[in-house]
């Protein structure tokens, strides 16, 4: 079977999205999103940054299509775009887990 060619553009594409997530914040954010739509003020509280860096951060997911809004009164709301961000956690989950055995295991 022929393996097709590796698509630059798609790669591309995948690593504007991988760097959107990136950044300890913006997981931290995504994975409080996974749970239930959350308000600007409510998520502020949860990371413990201020509401104009939070804004930032989501301003990144949002364009990389990770999170959308919508406006509730004077309130911004944000929602995951994708169920399948469960799945990616805990693929980083396993890798984390993998290394910390390899590491064990290389000092002793």
Not at 18 to 28: D, E, G, P
Not at 93 to 106: F, G, I, P, S, Y
Request: charged share 25%; net charge positive.
């Amino acid at each position: 079977m022929r393996r097709s060619p590796i698509s630059r553009v798609r790669c591309e594409a995948r690593a504007r999205i991988a760097k959107a997530m990136a950044h300890a914040t913006r997981l931290m954010l995504l994975e409080a999103l996974q749970e239930r739509e959350r308000c600007v003020s409510e998520l502020v509280e949860l990371v413990g940054s201020d509401q104009s860096t939070v804004s930032k951060h989501l301003a990144i997911l949002k364009s990389a299509g990770l999170v959308a809004d919508r406006r509730h009164g004077a309130q911004s709301v944000y929602r995951v775009c994708c169920s399948c961000l469960g799945g990616f956690f805990s693929c980083l989950e396993a890798v984390m887990q993998d290394n910390l055995k390899a590491q064990r295991a290389a000092c002793c």
